[in-house]
């Protein structure tokens, strides 16, 4: 069975000095902190923490003319972890999540079994198989804001309730996995009265180095060689609208990520995703309708096509404890009924200890065609216990 990488939790900053503090603890080299707790035999917990916390400055400007400003700290997220193995084949996860402004939220809760040599099933509330980006998440990503254009349905942050299959063949180059979940529109007055499920699949190859484990990452700063291309399908009947005008949900996604080290010690990184969204014509339910009101999985769905590319370049050289990654990354969502949306971010990370320990400044700006647009600089700590 494969732990190697677990989920996340959000807290809230009490000041400027809470984030110098971190940070300092960041250069001191303490980002490699989680805990481990062994147990009789092949038993084991080990607990976590991660944190996000950002500086946000943002202008909207209004086709009307006029702009709002707004900037301050920001609680990204901070994820409590536990994962506990009971015996060799058998384990659980467990993560609670705070967003900011309101209650402690479950975010998984997975039984996992291991059956056999490359066939894991797991059951309960996690991250269906869809794309690169929401099997890294915003800790695992090479720019700090999670993709616009990744609009796959969930219940909260991603995930869903169902049963996965999964598992890595061919020597870890291959990653299958399938699973059944609730799904979307679920409840009285909505499409999916009926509960029809919902089905998702994800396979990607490893044409360089493996990439083993069923959670993803959008870099590993040098220390692989990687081209892996991937694919992922979604589908639900009577997933999109209402009782009375009710439409299948279908979705999918091709997605490959390149990464190379350089003659000069730098590391190229390269990831592009093309998506597919298609409603059957039908306009969803807004998330925001009452209907929706005690539904976790609702509305929002659109019919249109989505494309995402990003590149980054590791600079060879250390600069203190860390090393810089300056990337780029353009996003692009072209509704079949409604306005385009664009979206640059251009940046930096300092990388002093991987995922585990960096430093983000960056400036986006996304517009819609006859919309608002929306410039940000934002300042970010990253810091994975």
């Not at 269906?128 to 990744?150: C, E, H, I, K, L």
């Not at 609702?298 to 300056?326: E, N, S």
Request: charged share 20%.
């Amino acid at each position: 069975m494969t732990f190697r990488r677990f989920t996340r939790l959000r807290w809230t900053l009490p000041s400027t000095q809470a984030l110098l503090t971190s940070a300092a603890l960041l250069c001191a080299g303490t980002a490699d902190a989680q805990m481990t707790l062994q147990g009789s035999g092949d038993s084991s917990l080990t607990l976590g923490l991660w944190l996000r916390a950002s500086y946000v400055n943002a202008e909207e400007a209004r086709p009307a003319g006029g702009s709002a400003h707004d900037s301050g700290f920001t609680p990204d997220s901070v994820r409590l972890l536990s994962s506990a193995k009971f015996t060799r084949s058998f384990g659980a996860t467990l993560t609670f999540e705070r967003p900011p402004a309101k209650d402690m939220q479950l975010l998984d809760a997975i039984l996992q079994f291991e059956l056999a040599e490359g066939l894991n099933l797991w059951a309960g509330r996690l991250v269906p198989p869809t794309d690169r980006s929401n099997m890294a998440g915003n800790q695992f990503a090479n720019v700090w804001g999670y993709p616009f254009v990744s609009l796959y349905p969930n219940a909260f942050t991603g995930r869903d309730d169902g049963v996965l299959l999964w598992g890595n063949l061919y020597a870890d180059r291959l990653l299958y996995s399938v699973g059944v979940f609730e799904g979307k529109n679920r409840g009285g007055g909505l499409s999916n009265a009926s509960n029809e499920p919902l089905f998702a699949a994800r396979f990607a190859w490893s044409f360089l180095d493996p990439e083993p484990g069923y959670y993803g990452t959008s870099t590993y700063y040098g220390d692989k060689e990687v081209f892996t291309l991937g694919a992922a399908l979604m589908s639900q009947k009577d997933g999109v609208g209402v009782a009375g005008a009710r439409g299948d949900y279908r979705a999918w996604n091709l997605d490959a990520l390149y990464e190379t080290r350089l003659r000069s010690g730098g590391v190229l990184t390269v990831e592009a995703a093309w998506y597919d969204y298609d409603t059957d014509g039908v306009a969803d339910v807004a998330p925001a309708d009452p209907l929706c009101s005690r539904v976790s999985n609702c509305g929002g769905a659109l019919q249109a096509d989505a494309a995402l590319l990003t590149v980054g370049y590791l600079i060879p050289h250390a600069v203190g404890p860390g090393r810089f990654q300056p990337y780029v990354r353009f996003q692009r969502l072209d509704p079949d009924a409604g306005a385009r949306a664009e979206q640059w971010d251009v940046g930096t990370n300092y990388v002093i200890s991987g995922h585990k320990a960096r430093l983000t400044a960056a400036y986006s700006s996304a517009k819609t065609q006859g919309a608002t647009s929306l410039d940000r600089f934002v300042l970010g700590l990253q810091l994975l216990y």
